[in-house]
């Protein structure tokens, strides 16, 4: 079992939908969560962080996370064509320990 | 106003030639890392560092070797470039705790 797994995609929504996007991690331990945004070509860039269970909400972005079912997970709202990409999820175990990123998803928006 | 550097953006060298693909930070981050991904493909990590005169193997084997001899300062070197080295690189680097990396643009080589 890979550390993170991301499974689903790739994910196809309407202009103005809601995306879900989910990863689960394999680690008890880990204790900082991050979603990353990637457009073809370029570099990974943070969109969200959350380090306690619970939802965490950046304009139209919204991570959850469920410690006890090992699962982290991004909503965009109002989605546009300008959030089509690669979305990595990355979990951190401890101060010290190293990130890793899941194989990300890619996602079309339709205008 | 802070942030992490690559050098060069794109390479395209020839086969047998010895490289070395550049990152710098000026953050003052502790941890750096390089990442290869080819087009398309997950981010694998290959080498990352704690610390100056630290340095550790990541998950995917690499050819590659890197130092860190300043705080800032986190070169790759390819001794014999190979066509299947032809990747991108991305270095990233990241403060103690719990925050985020920040990347750098990326390297893309391209060995003929």
């Known amino acids: 079992q890979k550390e993170v797994e991301q499974n689903s995609g790739p994910l196809s929504v309407p202009e103005g939908a809601i995306a879900s996007l989910n990863c689960t991690y394999s680690?008890?331990?880990?204790?900082?969560f991050f979603w990353y945004r990637q457009y073809s070509g370029k570099s990974p860039e943070l969109i969200m962080f959350?380090?306690?269970?619970g939802d965490k909400e950046d304009g139209r972005f919204t991570a959850q996370l469920n410690k006890a079912s090992q699962y982290v997970s991004l909503l965009i709202r109002d989605s546009q064509p300008s959030d089509s990409a690669t979305y990595l999820c990355?979990?951190?175990?401890?101060?010290?320990?190293?990130?890793?990123f899941g194989k990300g998803i890619t996602l079309s928006v339709r205008p | 106003e802070a942030d992490i550097y690559q050098t060069p953006r794109y390479l395209v060298i020839g086969t047998g030639k010895k490289i070395t693909l550049e990152c710098s930070q000026t953050m003052g981050h502790d941890k750096m890392y390089w990442y290869q991904q080819d087009p398309g493909m997950e981010l694998h990590l290959i080498h990352y560092?704690?610390?100056?005169?630290?340095?550790e193997k990541g998950d995917l084997s690499s050819e590659s070797t890197v130092s860190r001899i300043r705080t800032e300062h986190f070169p790759l070197t390819l001794e014999s470039a190979r066509p299947s080295h032809t990747s991108q690189y991305l270095c990233a680097s990241s403060d103690a705790g719990r925050t985020e990396a920040f990347f750098g643009q990326g390297t893309r080589l391209t060995v003929v």
């Open positions: 680690d008890r331990g880990s204790q900082s």
């Open positions: 560092s704690y610390g100056v005169n630290s340095t």
């Open positions: 990355a979990v951190r175990a401890g101060a010290n320990s190293k990130l890793t």
């Open positions: 959350i380090y306690s269970n």
